[in-house]
């Protein structure tokens, strides 16, 4: 069993009564508990260093006389920094999926093959033909939207998005495996214009690994399409590997959010950390369930919550 972050730090709560000031020696172990738990909740060595480092920070020199226990003031520190790693300290606009362009706006979709990428890709095309979207906390309304797949080698990832677009009543554009990512692109492009969409939806390619090639095509895609969204679909269950896909998704793309998936998973959340530091972009929404509706809107508060235990 884990042993989650509050059960920790409740431990050395105890132990911290009757102190005035928050210390480097009376806050070492509970900082010890925090390093280790973050660790159990898969955030990456590198982000947890850094991430302790600005707990203590924060915490040393501050004066808790008035707070029922030091310890709580230093479990308050903690929560408060969580939530603002994990963007709480960029407002809740960061969130939305930013459409505002003349249409179609172009969401591209990255992430490795498994990541969840043709199954967010249906749970957008819901969540936006049905109206869901915000913008500015306010719902935007229906939208018109269209789904293309560019992955060429596998037939069956193109069955796939056709069997999603069906099940949530979007428009598919049938791409043929003879063409070329980047003929896929243009045309669907040039298609979503013609028949006035508000948005297209390019799902790509993923592979098990990285690659370099690609890397090439999707920036490739990325430079036809020029997409107002470029989302990492990433799994949640992947756990440290996340932050080296991140990473190199991160150098190789413009992103501007990412997804996390699979939350429903018994992961602790600790790659959205991880995710979040490696490539300073927001989190959108998570995948919560392999049903079409189980994607959620991302909250710092709820993920932080859920690293704490
Ligand atoms: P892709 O290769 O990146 O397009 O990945 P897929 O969309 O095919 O998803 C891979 C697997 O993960 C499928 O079995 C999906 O049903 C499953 N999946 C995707 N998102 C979620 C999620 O949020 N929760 C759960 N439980 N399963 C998911």
Partial sequence: MLDNLTQRLSRVVKTMRGEARLTE???????????MALLEADVSLPVVRDFVAKVKERALGQDVAGSLNPGQALVGVVHKELTALMGGDLGEEASELSLATQPPAVILMAGLQGAGKT???GKLAKWLSEGAHTQGGRKTGKKKVLVVSADV????????LRTVAEQVKVDFLPTDTSQKPEQIATAALDHAKR??????????????????????????????LKPIETLFVVDAMQGQDAVNVARAFADALPLTGVVLTKLDGDARGGAALSVRHVTGKPLKFVGVSEKLDGLEPFHPERMAQRVLG
């Fill in 25 to 35: 020696a009376n806050t070492q172990d509970m900082l010890r508990e925090v390093r």
């Fill in 195 to 224: 028949h006035h969409y508000d948005v297209l939806i390019v799902d790509t390619a993923g592979r098990l690994g990285i690659d370099d090639a690609m890397m090439q095509e999707i920036s490739a895609l990325h430079g036809l």
């Fill in 153 to 160: 080698y596998r037939p069956a990832a193109i069955e796939q």
């Fill in 119 to 121: 199954t967010t890709t």
